[in-house]
């Protein structure tokens, strides 16, 4: 099932996106979204008697994570050794603010502190329970769902800082969507689901899930072995190889196979 959140010109509501995705993974022509009673992650699947055609409605990031993004550093070996670094031996943690989200089609502002602002196209994991110490066999029971996401940072403040907080936090830096999909098993993951970027409409990363370092059963273990996680927060799995630069007026679309795609633009701050 595809939960989307989106504005119909009034209050955000939820919806379920009804049929096939297309080659290119866009929703077919006569997709529909079917209504639903307030958000899934809290009151579960209620469907209302009431549909949207997707032209007269405007996603919006699909989650609103009330407590924490929580990224996940160099899981993809090919990009450890781009930054110029080998792969950790345990996950590299760190944290987006939830002020850092924003849906697809919103615009990424390009901070004036910075003059390397990187796109990093990931996997995102949505949790669905509050939950801690979560043993890998039990992570598919804590997840609400997959999404995807632009790990948005800023290359110089991250070399400079020495640590992520302000490179990673700027405001808009977290795309998210375009929405939940809550039918896939981490398994999928594992054996291969193809991670493509495109800037401009050129392929700028293109890899596949089965190469990260980390599983996603294992960054949900690893990372409630520290914090609690709450439903709505979200997990950042990493990037693949590929990473670079984007500027103002630019468009990045990420993709990954049976997830849709996310597309942002660029603008000065
Ligand atoms: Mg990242």
């Not at 190889?241 to 500027?247: A, C, I, Q, S, T």
């Not at 196979?257 to 996310?262: A, F, H, P, S, V």
Request: aromatic share 6%; charged share 25%; hydrophobic share 40%.
């Amino acid at each position: 099932m595809r939960i989307v959140r989106f504005s119909a010109g009034d209050e955000p509501a939820y919806g379920v996106l009804t049929g096939d995705l297309d080659d290119y993974g866009q929703p077919a022509e006569d997709a529909v979204i079917v209504g639903l009673a307030g958000d899934p992650l809290y009151v579960g699947i209620k469907l209302l008697d009431k549909e949207y055609r997707l032209d007269e409605v405007r996603l919006l990031a699909p989650v609103l994570p009330r407590s924490k993004v929580v990224g996940i550093g160099k899981n993809y070996a090919a990009h450890a050794a781009e930054m110029g670094g080998e792969v950790p031996r345990e996950p590299l943690m760190f944290l987006k603010p939830n002020t850092s989200v924003i849906g697809p089609g919103d615009v990424v502002r390009y901070p004036a502190q910075s003059s390397e602002v990187h796109y990093e196209g990931e996997l995102a994991v949505v949790i669905g329970r509050i939950c801690r110490d979560v043993p890998v066999e039990q992570a598919t029971d804590v997840i609400h769902g997959y999404t995807l996401a632009n790990d948005v940072t800023a290359r110089d403040l991250q070399r400079s800082d020495g640590q992520f907080t302000r490179a990673k936090g700027f405001d808009t830096f977290c795309p998210l969507g375009p929405w939940i999909e809550t039918d896939l098993d981490p398994h999928d993951f594992s054996t291969g689901r193809r991670v493509q970027t495109h800037l401009n409409g050129e392929v700028v990363q293109d890899g596949s899930t089965a190469d990260m370092v980390f599983d996603v059963p294992a960054l949900i273990a690893h990372v409630s072995s520290v914090m609690t996680l709450l439903p709505g927060d979200v997990i950042l799995t990493g990037t693949p190889e590929g990473v670079g630069p984007m500027r103002p007026g630019d468009e990045v679309e990420i993709s990954i196979d049976g997830l849709g795609t996310l597309t942002n633009k660029v603008e000065a701050r």
